[in-house]
């Protein structure tokens, strides 16, 4: 028999609904969403040319559990922390410099991106559609690096801004939707209905 694809939309992993949650439990949700971030801008990846950190990965999965209004807060918060000197950014570093310096526009689009993929998946761009959720991880990285490097060309030039700001990411890029997109299926029930695509 076949599944009906009306009850199957609800069997997926969706952003958390906060109508019914206490402000005490948001307010933790929303640390420990930034202890998450922090710990995920801490991992490097060896990768050519570039090491890979998993800062990205942490944010679109932020958004894509949290929904698109937690998930903004939450790295809007973390993006506070750092500003206000916690060692919360890749490499454990921290301080409102990195807002102005060539990595200012790559924090800049870190809440926006995080919205965005709350909001897709709180509309069906989830586990339960693996390649809508992997289209809506790439739409993220596309925007963070298109950010980063508008306002890196403002520093160095568009061409090194692409040279240097872009496509060194690229590949890191699809990997980490790859990866954030295959959480999404690995923790739905119904994730792996292929016949959702």
Same mark, same amino acid.
């Given at each position: 028999?076949?599944?009906?694809?009306?009850? /199957?939309?609800? &069997?997926?992993?969706?952003?958390?609904?906060?109508?019914?949650?206490?402000?005490? @439990?948001?307010? $933790? *949700?929303?640390?420990? $969403?930034?202890?998450?971030?922090?710990? *995920?801008? @801490?991992?490097?990846?060896?990768?050519?040319?570039?090491?890979?950190?998993?800062?990205?990965? !942490?944010?679109?999965?932020? #958004?894509?559990?949290? %929904?698109?209004?937690? %998930?903004?807060?939450?790295?809007?918060? @973390?993006? #506070?922390?750092?500003?206000?000197?916690?060692?919360?950014?890749?490499?454990?570093?921290?301080?409102?410099?990195? =807002?102005?310096?060539?990595?200012?526009?790559?924090?800049?689009?870190?809440?926006?991106? !995080?919205?965005?993929? %709350?909001?897709?998946? %709180?509309? #069906?761009?989830?586990?339960?559609?693996?390649?809508?959720?992997?289209?809506?991880?790439?739409?993220?990285?596309?925007?963070?690096?298109?950010?980063? !490097?508008? @306002?890196?060309?403002?520093?160095?030039?568009?061409?090194? !801004?692409?040279?240097?700001?872009?496509?060194? =990411?690229?590949?890191? /890029?699809?990997?980490?939707?790859?990866?954030?997109? #295959?959480?999404?299926?690995?923790? &739905?029930?119904? $994730?792996?209905?292929?016949?959702?695509?």
């Amino acid at each position: 028999m076949m599944p009906d694809p009306r009850s /199957s939309a609800t &069997s997926v992993v969706r952003p958390l609904d906060l109508r019914n949650r206490s402000l005490v @439990w948001q307010v $933790g *949700a929303v640390l420990f $969403g930034t202890l998450i971030l922090a710990l *995920a801008s @801490w991992i490097e990846v060896p990768m050519v040319p570039v090491p890979m950190t998993m800062q990205t990965y !942490a944010v679109v999965m932020i #958004g894509a559990v949290y %929904g698109w209004r937690l %998930g903004g807060i939450t790295t809007l918060v @973390w993006l #506070g922390e750092a500003a206000v000197g916690l060692p919360v950014l890749a490499g454990g570093s921290g301080g409102i410099a990195h =807002f102005f310096g060539p990595t200012g526009g790559y924090l800049v689009a870190f809440p926006i991106i !995080a919205a965005m993929v %709350g909001w897709l998946t %709180g509309r #069906g761009w989830n586990g339960g559609r693996p390649l809508r959720a992997f289209a809506a991880m790439m739409l993220a990285h596309a925007i963070c690096l298109g950010l980063g !490097a508008a @306002w890196l060309s403002l520093l160095i030039g568009f061409g090194p !801004a692409v040279a240097h700001g872009v496509i060194p =990411f690229i590949f890191g /890029s699809i990997l980490k939707s790859a990866l954030a997109a #295959g959480t999404l299926v690995a923790v &739905s029930p119904r $994730g792996r209905d292929r016949g959702r695509m």
